[in-house]
């Protein structure tokens, strides 16, 4: 870990101002993935802001959603009872992921802005485009297992390991940012950004800007969702493939699909599509394969992860199935309803 | 601003407060050293164990505030102000008045034999203590699932939970 | 339980109960000390750092910029390094295999990834931390060879055999004939994966410069013994100039039994130094020596239409390092196991640029019975039967490959006894017969074998005035529950209360013994203690005897028992005296004896020592997403007999727990472009966590045995055996797809198979 200055403001102006145009600079919160990164020499800060102080941990209602600071634990927003009752899809993948430990430490602004678990990002002794831009991918044609089936490129076949932001991206969450420019509102869809010929870049933050809130629109999909998450042991593991599936059904005909990936692309993976497919469609089997088979149309695999592409379409099935039937997967039980 | 301190390559330190174990402690910290290597190295407070320090296996777990986290994925100096209690203060929890009992999960533990090295013991302990002060694990599945992340390579699971049941069964921690 | 008196002097009181563990106070209030935890009031911290290749060699490096940071004492590489023996045979530990032992910074060779290449010292562990990731290291790199496969053509018979690993026997019959004229046969071959032992605990050294130049060393290591002798060559020090100590190890596993570079580095600096310094490895680093090496195996089985076996070939190609021929027990088992007219078993070794594997949790065993209790669940569904009836068809009383008969060998019982807890009876063979809701339910058995040994060891006893016991050795408690049963034993020997009782281990200081590993620790050093705490229990009846008025007067000493911190006479409990009583009328201030233990030589001649199980798994799976949760295993284990039922139960739990992670999600996956473990974490080697382990059982089956006084035969290994193949067949059972290849995750349970 590298030497660094450290400061901790009290407001968000304040933090902003300390960030400044600061290339080096880093906000700090919950900690545990950019402590974990700056252990293996991948994130190298000049200096920490710590924002923990800031008045971002608050849950408050707003047109009919709710309105998540940035600073809520991922422990605090899984166990609130109105993301309980209105969001559960949203507690259930934050349940899906991590340990309790972690959950209780994890910042929702944080979560938004882990980076990939990608061995050879982790790794300073394997060149990464990600790490140091123009050096190569070494995942490609490596140990590429864990990797991306969906939206990769020639320059980095990564993939974004939140199960949070899964459930966000189905959810049509809304990102609120504060910046130098101002405040702004960015859709969830368009937050996070697939590697191109920039894989370093993983959001589309502009410099200098800091996530306040996470906000919730007023549809929830409380009655009909799930979040199946596959991975290779039954607990604290990222995922190999995971769905958020959400419904609203009319009797058994579907009147709104909402279905998101996770595991399988640089970002979370919202197949909008798919979601019209279904639209009107009797929630059969049939309708959610042929929505699966759109979703992954356009997988590639790499040369070992081909399984995943399969992997994905059973799960998109299977998710769609428990929601559809009102029977979310348990995140405690591992057996797969 | 309420702190701005330390600086590339050198070895600014900062003060904090911390109250450790009931026991309240001003100390003066490098921005770069983490709880746990605080507690370990500076403070012989070695109970609390390193076994990844990337938040991987739980070893380190500790009571912030009642809550349990990795304090290898915490700085020091953003706990400022925190009570901090480790398995040294475990005792000292259940116990207010000093005397030399265990705390109900450590006599748990010896019990039903829920550690065999003991070294991921202190994080199995803190984060039990934890997870009922959550109280969201009730079934042996969600305390399985709860207690996921502290892993023990030893292999006493089954009698982890067995221990955490039998205490829940008492009445809890405290 | 058969009792058997065990500890002869007395009645068994607490030896075969349900003890709990001696040292539980200490690991549950975070009192008890690791390797890596001493403190030492000039203590510098060392940081590793490693190398980024496999192979090839270090071209230049640069440490000025990590030197010039405020608090850096020194960086130590190939090229600064202080001089230590330069004859490779002063780095052979005890439980080297044949080959030039791996030397830490002795030149610029680059000979796996993550070998270290500097060691950076500095005043506190951040500082050599962060000074550590400014040393720059410019390597000249040749292409690596780790891919065991590509490398199998290569494989030889290594020409120098590991001590203490017998190498296949010779071939008996003609294993390839007949298993050509066999009417049923079966043909597979299995692979599982390397895997790393990965204790809790990352290696650690504290070596601490005493005032008068002595070191005194607290390392991570199954036996202190090892360290010292290492030390002692390897720096040309005498042996009184170093003192080796660990007390509490945070797991083992197989991983601590010979010195590792964090040793040689941290006694490399305080040397040169003259300060204390410690070093602790990453968890990353974990990856950087020893581990459990796959081995690619065929296993080919011929058998009549009863199941009878008539051929039976097994052979293993494993991989090791460049510089050592590291050697394992793999194919052996499947002679050992069955009765067969026609066998072959050959074991080979090729070359890999990794670090040089070794003993991890019943070593090879692991391995080679995986495949043979793999291939007999084949050859049961081929001949149409039973599993344990096939296995009851094949049973052998003796061992064919020594032609000797065992010297217990309870495994019928294990069968028995596990099946009916298991309900076998109820299990309906056909594959994809068994479903609960969507889930298909498999249920699987094997066999598990591991050998039962004993080694030369010794302990020493101190009775003092205040009637209080003192008991000890070198050997170490990786978690085993050493301190607890030699409490145990000490305690009824001398008939004392436990809580008089203290057991001293893992210190140079100690009587000698040898590494803790292969099972032998409670046979070997509980034989040592039990030998002489009946040392002391004699002279203290001769001082008894000899007292004024003497209640023994005329007794002898077989006629006597030690119980309540008293001798007494046999059913005669109004004559007894005092233990302590006696020390003090006699104005004795302690009595002292040392216990030596050796394997039984006439048993030897005479009989062959395993201890076997027969483990039941059921696994659900959901088929379509790949998912195979492993909700119960029964573990009925032969071993002797069973010291603590508490702390042996818990290593055969253990044992279990890791055989899960074998068969389901244990995988060091290595990129053999660059031969690097590339998931060198514990977020993405994936053990078993909480979530994974269901419900557990363990049965301790009766079994007399006579190859010591105590009638154990050992449980660090039994437990682990056979697992793997038990949760395989019931892969197969559920889904009627063999998958040959661990772990068995998602991706083959989905796959082609």
């Known amino acids: ?337 | 601003m309420l702190i701005d301190s330390g600086s590339p390559g050198g070895v600014g330190t900062i003060g904090i407060t911390l109250t450790i174990n009931g026991e309240r402690r001003e100390l003066q910290v490098a921005p770069w050293t983490t709880l746990l290597d605080l507690l370990r190295e500076r403070l012989d407070l070695t109970g609390t164990k390193k076994g990844c320090d990337h938040g991987q296996c739980g070893a380190c777990t500790v009571l912030v505030n009642g809550t349990r986290i990795n304090s290898c994925l915490t700085l020091a100096v953003m706990k400022d102000g925190a009570e901090i209690t480790t398995v040294e203060g475990l005792a000292g929890l259940a116990h207010r008045e000093g005397t030399n009992s265990l705390h109900p999960i450590q006599e748990a533990f010896v019990e039903h034999d829920a550690f065999q090295c003991g070294y991921c013991t202190p994080g199995q302990l803190c984060s039990s203590v934890g997870m009922m002060n959550e109280g969201h694990a009730k079934t042996r599945d969600e305390i399985r699932e709860a207690m996921s992340g502290n892993i023990c390579r030893c292999g006493a699971y089954t009698n982890i939970v067995d221990a955490i049941e039998d205490v829940m069964q008492q009445g809890g921690a405290r | 339980m058969t009792v058997q008196i065990s500890t002869a002097a007395g009645r068994d009181r607490f030896v075969g109960s349900a003890v709990s563990r001696v040292d539980g106070p200490a690991k549950v209030t975070g009192l008890a000390k690791y390797a890596g935890e001493f403190a030492a009031p000039d203590l510098a911290y060392g940081v590793v750092v490693s190398s980024a290749i496999a192979k090839g060699s270090i071209r230049s490096i640069d440490a000025s910029a990590a030197e010039a940071v405020p608090g850096v004492i020194k960086v130590i590489t190939h090229e600064n390094r202080p001089a230590t023996s330069d004859n490779p045979e002063d780095y052979q530990d005890a439980v080297a295999p044949p080959g030039a032992p791996f030397q830490a910074l002795a030149t610029n060779r680059i000979v796996f990834s993550g070998q270290p290449v500097a060691l950076v010292v500095a005043e506190d562990f951040e500082t050599a931390r962060y000074a550590a990731s400014l040393v720059r290291v410019d390597y000249g790199v040749v292409a690596p060879r780790t891919d065991l496969a590509a490398q199998a053509p290569e494989a030889y018979d290594p020409p120098m055999k590991r001590a203490g690993i017998k190498p296949p026997p010779e071939p008996w019959g003609d294993a390839e004939t007949a298993f050509d004229a066999a009417e049923i046969r079966v043909n597979g071959q299995y692979r599982m994966a390397d895997e790393h032992h990965n204790p809790m605990e990352p290696h650690a050294s504290t070596v601490v410069v005493e005032k008068d130049g002595t070191y005194t060393v607290y390392d991570k290591i199954q036996g202190v013994s090892n360290t010292h002798d290492y030390i002692a060559s390897a720096f040309g020090l005498k042996p009184e100039q170093v003192r080796v100590l660990n007390p509490y190890l945070g797991g083992g596993f197989g991983s601590g039994l010979r010195p590792q570079y964090q040793l040689f580095l941290a006694m490399l600096a305080a040397k040169d130094l003259g300060r204390s310094v410690r070093v602790t490895l990453t968890r990353d680093q974990m990856w950087s020596f020893t581990y459990r090496s796959e081995a690619l195996q065929t296993v080919s089985l011929g058998a009549d239409r009863s199941g009878k076996l008539t051929a039976l070939r097994h052979d293993a190609v494993q991989g090791t390092s460049s510089y050592e021929d590291y050697q394992e027990v793999v194919v052996n088992w499947s002679g050992v196991l069955y009765d067969c007219d026609n066998v072959k078993l050959t074991y080979s070794l090729a070359k890999l640029d990794t670090p040089t594997p070794g003993d991890m949790r019943a070593p090879g065993a692991v391995t080679g019975v995986y495949a043979i209790e793999t291939a007999m669940d084949e050859l049961a569904y081929a001949t149409g039967q039973d599993p344990i009836a096939l296995r009851l068809k094949n049973y052998t009383e003796s061992d064919p490959t020594e032609e000797k008969p065992f010297g217990s060998k309870a495994l019928k019982e294990c069968f028995r006894q596990g099946a009916e807890r298991f309900g076998w009876s109820r299990r309906t063979p056909e594959p994809r017969s068994m479903r609960e809701g969507r889930e298909l339910v498999g249920w699987g058995m094997a066999t598990g074998i591991w050998e039962s040994m004993m080694m030369q060891s010794s302990a020493h006893a101190v009775l003092t005035a205040d009637g209080r016991l003192e008991v000890g050795n070198q050997t170490g408690d990786l978690g085993t529950g050493t301190y607890t049963i030699l409490t145990q034993i000490a305690a009824d020997t001398l008939g004392l209360p436990l809580d008089h009782v203290t057991t001293k281990l893992g210190d140079t200081t100690l009587a000698k013994a040898p590494v803790a590993g292969g099972s032998w620790t409670a046979a070997s050093s509980g034989t040592a203690v039990m030998k002489a705490c009946r040392d002391i229990a004699e002279q203290a009846f001769k001082l008894a005897r000899g007292m004024e008025n003497s209640p023994l007067a005329n007794a002898d000493f077989e006629r006597v028992v030690f119980s309540n911190g008293r001798i007494e006479v046999t059913g005669d409990p109004s004559k007894s005296v005092a233990l302590a009583d006696v020390l003090k009328a006699t104005g004795t201030q302690k009595l002292e004896a040392t216990g030596e233990a050796a394997p039984d030589k006439d048993f030897a001649q005479q009989y062959e020592a395993y201890t076997h199980s027969a483990i039941f798994a059921e696994v659900k799976i959901d088929e379509e997403l790949g998912i195979v949760r492993c909700t119960r295993v029964i573990s009925a284990i032969a071993a002797g007999k069973i010291l603590n039922l508490k702390t042996a139960r818990s290593q055969i739990l253990g044992g279990i727990v890791m055989g899960i992670g074998s068969a389901l999600h244990e995988e060091s996956m290595l990129d053999h472009r660059i031969g690097r473990f590339m998931n060198h974490n514990l977020g993405e080697y994936h053990v078993p966590v909480n979530a994974d382990i269901h419900d557990l059982d363990v049965i301790f089956v009766d079994e007399e045995d006579k190859a010591n006084p105590l009638g154990v035969k050992g449980l660090g290994e039994i437990g682990i055996v056979g697992v793997a193949a038990a949760i395989s067949n019931a892969v197969f059972h559920a889904t009627g797809k063999r998958i040959r290849h661990l772990p068995i995750t998602p991706d083959k349970v989905i796959g082609e198979g």
């Open chain 1, 1 to 337: 870990m590298n030497r660094f200055d450290y400061v901790r403001p009290s407001t968000v102006a304040e933090a902003v101002q300390a960030l400044g145009s600061d290339p080096a600079a880093r906000f700090i919160a919950g900690g545990t993935n950019l402590i974990d990164l700056m252990k293996y020499d991948v994130e190298r800060p000049g200096k920490l802001i710590d924002i923990t102080r800031l008045p971002l941990d608050k849950i408050e209602e707003r047109d009919g959603g709710l309105r998540i600071g940035a600073l809520v634990t991922n422990a605090a927003l899984a166990y609130d009872a109105r993301i309980r009752e209105r969001y559960p899809l949203l507690a259930d993948a934050i349940l899906a992921g991590a340990s309790a430990q972690l959950r209780n430490a994890a910042s929702t602004g944080g979560n938004l802005l882990q980076r990939t678990r990608c061995y050879y990002f982790y790794d300073t002794a394997t060149p990464c485009n990600k790490r140091e831009p123009g050096t190569g991918c070494s995942a490609i044609g490596g140990v590429d297992r864990i990797h991306a089936i969906l939206g990769t490129s020639e320059h980095c076949i990564a993939t974004h390991p939140s199960d949070m932001c899964v459930a966000l991206a189905a959810l049509e969450a809304t990102v609120r940012v504060s910046g130098p420019q101002g405040d702004r509102a960015i859709p969830f869809a368009e937050f996070h950004r697939l590697p191109g010929d920039d894989p370093a870049k993983d959001t589309n933050l502009a410099p200098g800007e800091i996530i306040v809130s996470v906000d919730l629109p007023a549809r929830g999909f409380a009655g009909h969702h799930t979040y199946l998450k596959l991975r290779d042991r039954l607990s604290y593991a990222f995922a190999l493939v995971s769905v958020a599936a959400a419904l609203e059904l009319d009797g058994r005909t579907i009147r709104t699909a909402r279905l998101a990936l996770g595991g399988v692309a640089h970002k979370p993976w919202r197949n909008t599509d798919a979601e019209a497919l279904l639209q009107g469609r009797p929630a059969t089997r049939e309708s959610f394969k042929a929505a699966a088979d759109l979703v992954l149309r356009e997988a590639k695999p790499q040369s070992t992860n081909g399984f995943k592409i399969e992997l994905a379409r059973r799960a998109i099935v299977r998710g769609l199935e428990q929601a559809a039937a009102g029977t979310p997967q348990s995140q405690s039980d591992k057996r797969i309803q």
